[in-house]
């Protein structure tokens, strides 16, 4: 039985003065960190909060974010890392729903301040929270408690609050130090987002193994290879516009990077070009493909040596299963669809999560007999390798982040130039999938300019979210029987000779 105490035990027991954060020019040893957890929950105490209470988070990565991270669940508390690309309303909808008590923040939270009892601004307040007598962590919690809720897409248009427990976030932890063993002597540039459930896999690993993290903020390339150069990364994770940002970069402007030894991606497709740009500019590195969901805490297949399949057809594969995880593919009638056929991806392990809060009916869906069906369509070859070939859920995923396209239709829908919409997702270079929408409007509205439709969409929802292109179209949209738009149709144009497999 482990809680998120022990990974910081441990590494305070064999690496108490080995510097275990670097951020921006501070640094901070393991025993440090220690005390900074332990404090930190005596502030967060201080206020008024006790067992089970929420603290949300609003920051880019940082190291008030990785003590936060850790510090809270340790605590007993709840963390709650809110996206830093989510509009207002979908932050406030996550502040409400889950009943956050405190938002630590490193921007003018606005309106979100009447959401919460207190506000901690990482600049001004945060280390006057820690002015206090440390607390003791780990009391009256166990691998069942809740240690944090991730809000992803919903296809009601709503986020859903994915519950993981401790056990399931310690239990992927492993699973990922099984697959991808880390060691004290790894340097692992913290690139992707925190308030992503991937964190936890990078940030726990490194301080269970009492190796280094070294914190960026908000992605830039340039950034990214200097702190690589500067600190001789040996590990990052990222989605794969991330890998495409720093391997252009990198070709562009070359920076000695051969302390890299794994690049690790996951997220979203990614195009065999860009692991290809990424093996050329960074020859040293593994590259190694993850995949699950925010509900599997978040991994659950692997594909190690990706740079040595580009010329293979597994290099289409997500890989197999991780070690502690169960993965089968069933057919619709719940049997295991034969090897070679399409079924859908069902997943089954201590990473499963808890469920969505305070959403017993969309749980009841997902989760059955103790296993999570992904909503996502794919086969299992002869030696157990994934291949993902669609998704039931109509989702997009775009740089790494789920875009539901009933979402954004929901808002398309709310112009009232608007008489019929449909969102899906188009092949981006960058981005994996861009999101894309067919408008029929009124017949008032005949001229309409779609650029006005995709500002008012960016009023309402995140950037990520918002239609890259609208066409518009005056004829209806092309339906099945029972009247349900055939998104096929309107999708095949974009994706002819092109893999629309999710990778």
């Not at 070679?340 to 499963?352: A, D, S, W, Y």
Request: charged content about 20%; some cysteine; aromatic content about 6%.
């Amino acid at each position: 039985m482990h809680t998120f105490t022990d990974p910081l035990d441990r590494a305070v027991q064999i690496a108490a003065n080995k510097i275990a954060i670097i951020d921006e020019g501070q640094s901070f040893t393991y025993a440090e960190l220690k005390l900074r957890c332990q404090r930190l929950v005596a502030g967060l105490c201080k206020l008024g909060l006790s067992q089970g209470d929420r603290v949300a988070i609003l920051a880019d990565n940082c190291h008030q974010y990785i003590e936060t991270y850790v510090a809270v669940p340790a605590g007993g508390l709840v963390v709650v890392p809110l996206n830093t690309r989510h509009a207002e309303p979908e932050l406030r909808y996550a502040l409400e729903d889950s009943g956050a008590k405190v938002l630590l923040t490193d921007r003018d939270p606005g309106a979100l301040a009447e959401v919460v009892d207190h506000v901690i601004s990482i600049a001004d307040d945060y280390e006057a929270l820690l002015d206090n007598e440390p607390a003791d962590l780990g009391q009256g919690i166990d691998e069942t408690t809740l240690a944090g809720l991730f809000y992803t897409g919903g296809t009601t248009g709503k986020s859903k609050g994915v519950m993981l427990s401790h056990r399931n976030l310690i239990a992927n932890t492993f699973h990922w130090l099984t697959s991808v063993p880390q060691q004290q002597s790894d340097a692992f540039l913290v690139m992707a987002p925190l308030f992503h459930a991937a964190g936890s896999n990078g940030v726990l690993g490194s301080i269970w193994t009492g190796g280094l993290q070294v914190t960026l903020g908000s992605f830039v390339p340039s950034k990214a290879l200097e702190l690589i150069e500067e600190h001789g990364i040996t590990m990052t994770l990222g989605v794969p516009a991330m890998l495409s940002g720093i391997a252009e970069e990198q070709l562009a402007n070359p920076r000695q990077t051969d302390t890299l030894r794994a690049i690790g991606h996951g997220g979203s497709p990614i195009a065999t070009e860009v692991l290809r740009r990424t093996h050329a500019a960074f020859p040293t590195a593994e590259l190694i493909h993850v995949y699950g969901a925010t509900e599997l805490s978040p991994l659950t297949t692997v594909l190690r040596n990706e740079q040595d399949l580009l010329d293979h057809d597994r290099a289409r594969s997500c890989g197999q299963s991780m070690t502690g995880t169960e993965i089968r593919i069933l057919a619709t009638n719940g049997i295991e669809a034969p090897r070679g056929e399409v079924g859908e991806v069902v997943v089954r392990g201590p990473n499963v999560m808890v469920g969505y809060w305070n959403k017993p009916e969309q749980t009841s869906e997902v989760l059955k007999d103790g296993a999570y069906w992904t909503g996502d369509l794919g086969y299992m070859d002869d030696e157990g390798y994934v291949f993902l070939v669609d998704r039931s859920k109509d989702m997009i995923v775009s740089g790494g982040e789920n875009v539901y396209c009933t979402e954004v239709e929901e808002v398309l829908y709310r112009h009232p130039s608007v008489l019929e919409a449909a969102a899906f997702g188009v092949p981006d270079d960058k981005w994996g999938e861009a999101v894309h929408a067919v408008v029929v409007p009124r017949k008032e509205y005949h001229n309409v300019d779609p650029k006005e439709i995709i500002e008012f969409c960016r009023e309402h929802i995140a950037g990520y979210k918002v239609p890259k292109a609208i066409d518009i179209q005056h004829e209806p949209l092309p339906k099945s029987g029972p009247g349900k738009v055939l998104k096929r149709e309107l999708r095949a144009p974009f994706w002819e000779g092109k893999e629309s497999s999710v990778n």
